[in-house]
């Protein structure tokens, strides 16, 4: 924490407990058994105590995609060339990466932050230019960020809650590209939960056992060249995280200030959630997760937040892409809760 960050200090906002439970009231006079709707249906409750509403809405998405590189990826780390970050980024711009697709799909504002890449992408329309370095240092053997790069990164995923919360934006998703992020998140995790790295390491965009052993390795290099300073999630963000999970993990902790749900997506993100949640355990009550990852690691993140993630379907790509899936779902909790009758307006009979 630094001058340039005192909002890290600010509580979440309060959840409308009265909503919620008028909300779960509600439920007991559809015409279903109650219960039957299973998740659906605290899922419904948990947004309208969120939104203060007996009818949740989630119409209005923002996607908001964080970019940026990892000098970790020096370790031989990921499947893919590094140059891959600036390339997606240009993918996203022109409309064809899988977010892309999504975000056309579920009629979602999509906005693309490149925080600093290796190679350059040059100016592209629809890319938020907030270049924190070309990358981060190699975590190995130093601070992944200085403090001055942290509080900028951070900043950036805070001023993209804000642009949400002046849209209208019912429910804010983060996600993002970084090759090598998997290891950063990895790392971030261990350092977060205590984890030895053979826990967290898995294949990201496709490493074999022999490239999981490896990275594992680096990370366990890693820890142990930070391990006197990983007490404060701050300081394990500034050394372990990436630009674009430092600015996840911004923007969580302002949608959560501002009382804006937030649906989180796989590995990376959750990385970024578990440290938002460790700076600021309230922002946990505002955040749902949209699916377990393939990623080996989501599943123990997952458990250090207590999290039940609505899918399920071996997707393990980021971009938010999971979480976007999972939107569907929501809105047609919101519509079963909303749109209903009871059984009074319907004229069918109680339970006994
Ligand atoms: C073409 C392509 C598109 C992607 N979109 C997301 N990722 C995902 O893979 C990367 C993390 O995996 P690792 O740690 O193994 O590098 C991140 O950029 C993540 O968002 C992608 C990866 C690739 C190759
Ligand atoms: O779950 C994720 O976020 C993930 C998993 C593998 C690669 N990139 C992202």
């Known amino acids: 924490m630094n001058h340039e960050t005192p909002w890290l200090q600010v509580p979440a906002a309060d959840i409308d407990e009265q909503a919620r439970l008028d909300a779960e009231e509600r439920q007991t006079r ?14 419904a409750c948990r947004l309208a105590g969120m939104q203060g509403s007996a009818t949740p809405r989630v119409d209005k998405v923002q996607i908001s995609i964080f970019a940026g590189d990892h000098g970790v990826a020096a370790e031989g780390i990921s499947r893919f060339p590094q140059s891959v970050t600036a390339e997606m980024v240009r993918n996203f711009a022109r409309g064809g990466a899988a977010i892309s697709v999504l975000a056309r799909s579920l009629d979602a504002q999509l906005e693309v932050i490149n925080l600093g890449t290796v190679t350059d992408t040059g100016p592209l329309e629809g890319v938020l230019d907030v270049r924190v370095g070309p990358g981060t240092a190699n975590f190995v053997d130093a601070p992944a960020m200085d403090i001055h790069q942290l509080a900028l990164a951070m900043n950036a995923g805070r001023h993209s809650a804000e642009r949400a919360r002046l849209a209208g934006t019912e429910l804010y998703i983060a996600g993002e590209m970084g090759i090598g992020n998997t290891t950063a998140a990895a790392g971030l995790a261990c350092a977060l939960m205590g984890l030895d790295p053979r826990e967290l390491a898995g294949p990201g965009t496709g490493l074999d056992v022999a490239g999981v052993s490896h990275k594992a390795d680096v990370l366990r290099r890693a820890l142990a060249f930070h391990r006197d300073h990983l007490e404060d999630p701050v300081e394990c963000l500034r050394r372990l995280g990436g630009f674009e999970i430092a600015a996840m993990s911004g923007a969580y902790l302002a949608c959560a200030q501002m009382g804006m749900p937030i649906m989180v997506d796989g590995f990376i993100s959750s990385a970024a959630a578990l440290a938002t949640a460790r700076i600021c355990p309230s922002a946990r009550n505002w955040m749902i997760f949209g699916h377990a990852s393939a990623e080996p690691g989501h599943r123990h993140v997952l458990s250090s937040l ?17 979480a976007a899936t999972a939107v569907p779902l929501l809105r047609l909790a919101c519509d079963l809760h909303g749109r209903m009758a009871t059984f009074d307006e319907a004229q069918v009979s109680e339970p006994d």
């Open 306 to 322: 207590a999290a039940d993630p609505l899918l399920d379907l071996g997707m393990r790509l980021g971009e938010a892409s999971g």
């Open 30 to 43: 559809l015409t279903k058994p109650l219960g039957s709707l299973g998740l659906l249906e605290p899922l």
